[in-house]
């Protein structure tokens, strides 16, 4: 699988969708309780090393039905935190 990244304002943007329930064993997976989603945001690599990022948790009482709503949710809720931080602060202290 392809792990989809999108770039919002300079910064990359990676959903992460997982399911809710634990896969039990002898099965293959779980997702009949829904999925959950974080979104880690990161900057580009600058060229002496690694750039700085961050996992968010999408706080939703309810599960998510499908992985697409999930990720959609994760990027979404990234692209408001960035469009929210106040100025003269970065992404990594805003919360």
Known sequence: ????????????V????????????????SYDEGFDAAVRIKEPDAADGEGRSRVFVVATGAPFWSSGDAR?????YAEHLIDT???GRTIWDCD
């Not at 990676?14 to 064993?25: E, I, N, S």
């Not at 959609?72 to 979404?76: F, Q, V």
């Open 1 to 12: 699988m392809i792990a989809s990244v999108h770039v919002y304002q300079g910064l990359e």
């Open 14 to 29: 990676h959903p992460l969708v997982y399911p809710r329930q634990a896969t039990k064993p002898g099965f293959a997976h």
């Open 72 to 76: 959609r949710a994760s990027t979404a």
């Open 85 to 87: 931080c106040p100025p």
